[in-house]
């Protein structure tokens, strides 16, 4: 496709149990990065892939949360154990030189 | 203190307005400025793309960007009620560093 997609788009859980939320970027872009957005609030950086560097990991807010990118394309963002205040849109997008194109979300409702 | 700072609103404009939206900053690092449109439950839309100071212009939109004063502007001319939706400003370093985002300010454009 010709843009960042995300799935899937919503997804309701139980408290405690495991996600996994996917990311396809634009074909050829280095950068992937995840954000979290929740109610009201601008956009949470949790994690940032460039090529074949380590990902930056700095804004993931627990050890519940990873994320992952197989061969410079596609990446999965895991949360462990999940809780009331992940629920949240996540969101993923994908740059070449800078400019950045995010997908439509995964609206994650922990209940 | 917050990287960037963004007033929230909400914004409400009449039909035809020019519209002025801002982003204050702290790091003298940042060197890429981006704009982005968010509708309602969609993702972020890049609207403008900026490196270092100056005024890029793309049909009713218009990104100013002055380094020395760590501001950062986008004018909407003409403003329709089809603009309506929370604004983004963004920024980064370069390539190997994450965007930064402000809050975003809530515009309404009334017919």
């Known amino acids: 496709g010709a843009g960042v997609s995300q799935s899937p788009s919503n997804k309701v859980t139980e408290k405690g149990k495991d996600v996994e939320l996917r990311c396809d970027p634009i074909?050829?872009?280095?950068?992937l990065y995840w954000y979290r957005q929740s109610l009201g609030q601008g956009l949470e950086f949790l994690i940032y892939f460039q090529g074949n560097s380590a990902p930056d990991k700095s804004g993931l807010p627990s050890d519940r949360f990873s994320a992952e990118r197989t061969g410079g394309s596609v990446s999965t963002l895991t949360i462990q154990r999940t809780q009331q205040e992940d629920s949240a849109v996540y969101l993923c997008a994908s740059s070449l030189k800078m400019q950045t194109f995010f997908g439509q979300g995964t609206r994650l409702t922990v209940v | 203190q917050k990287e960037v700072e963004q007033d929230p609103g909400p914004l409400s404009v009449p039909e035809g307005a020019i519209v002025s939206l801002n982003c204050t900053y702290s790091n003298s690092a940042f060197q890429y400025f981006m704009w982005y449109r968010q509708y309602s439950r969609k993702g972020p839309e890049l609207l403008m793309y900026?490196?270092?100071?100056g005024n890029k212009e793309d049909g009713r939109f218009t990104a100013q960007v002055d380094k020395s004063s760590k501001y950062i502007s986008l004018f909407i001319r003409d403003s329709q009620p089809s603009d309506s939706a929370t604004y983004l400003c963004?920024?980064?370093?370069?390539?190997?560093?994450?965007?930064?985002f402000g809050k975003g300010t809530s515009l309404l454009v009334t017919p």
């Open positions: 900026t490196y270092s100071s």
């Open positions: 074909s050829g872009h280095t950068a």
């Open positions: 963004a920024m980064s370093q370069n390539s190997g560093y994450a965007l930064n």
